[in-house]
T-cell receptor
Framework: DAGVTQSPTHLIKTRGQHVTLRCSPISGHKSVSWYQQVLGQGPQFIFQYYEKEERGRGNFPDRFSARQFPNYSSELNVNALLLGDSALYLCASSSTGQETQYFGPGTRLLVL | KNEVEQSPQNLTAQEGEFITINCSYS?????LHWLQQHPGGGIVSLFM???GKKKHGRLIATINIQEKHSSLHITASHPRDSAVYIC??????????FGEGTQLTVNP
């Protein structure tokens, strides 16, 4: 079975642009979480979705939004990009959100 | 002060050495996770534990709930163990709060 997949793998944007990152969970998993990992630091929690509902939100500005689709895939949207948004964006899925999370390979975003 | 702190930040060992990475947390947790991250970013979950001790191959994870402390041990370390090891505290709502990570380098 395929693991968690994310697209694109790499992305370069300029300040002020908008970006959409995509995540497909492991088949049967209904919970998706998003994390931001700035170079040299541990990941930071952005959002968790379960059954298409937002279950949790980290300390990120409103420029960050997400949604989960009926097939449990998810999108993370970031508006008005800033240089500081350059990071590895990780998606993780789990069956119910109450157990081990399985991570995708990440999308590396560079904002110039 | 971070809610999850790891030590050391960097660790260099010779092949075969016994390695210990420590994690302290200041929040109430439902579980403590140990994760491994290789260059390029891929993260693999190693352990999820809420009490006692777990073992998988050469890896051992322990947790002391009263002291809010966990350790990850690697026995007979090998160069392929070189990676960043991250401790993460799972709090209410299944949210993970991560430590900064420990960069482990095992030299042949």
């Amino acid at each position: 079975d395929a693991g968690v997949t994310q697209s694109p793998t790499h992305l370069i944007k300029t300040r002020g642009q908008h970006v959409t990152l995509r995540c497909s969970p492991i088949s049967g998993h209904k919970s998706v979480s998003w994390y931001q990992q700035v170079l040299g630091q541990g990941p930071q929690f952005i959002f968790q979705y379960y059954e298409k509902e937002e279950r949790g939100r980290g300390n990120f500005p409103d420029r960050f939004s997400a949604r989960q689709f009926p097939n449990y895939s998810s999108e993370l949207n970031v508006n008005a990009l800033l240089l500081g948004d350059s990071a590895l964006y990780l998606c993780a899925s789990s069956s119910t959100g109450q157990e081990t999370q399985y991570f995708g390979p990440g999308t590396r975003l560079l904002v110039l | 002060k971070n809610e999850v702190e790891q030590s050391p930040q960097n660790l260099t060992a010779q092949e075969g050495e016994f390695i210990t990475i420590n994690c302290s947390y200041s929040v109430g947790i439902s579980a403590l996770h140990w994760l491994q991250q290789h260059p390029g970013g891929g993260i693999v979950s190693l352990f999820m534990l809420s009490s006692g001790k777990k073992k998988h191959g050469r890896l051992i994870a322990t947790i002391n709930i009263q002291e809010k402390h966990s350790s990850l041990h690697i026995t007979a370390s090998h160069p392929r163990d070189s990676a960043v090891y991250i401790c993460a505290a799972e709090t209410s709502g299944s949210r993970l709060t991560f430590g900064e990570g420990t960069q482990l380098t095992v030299n042949p």
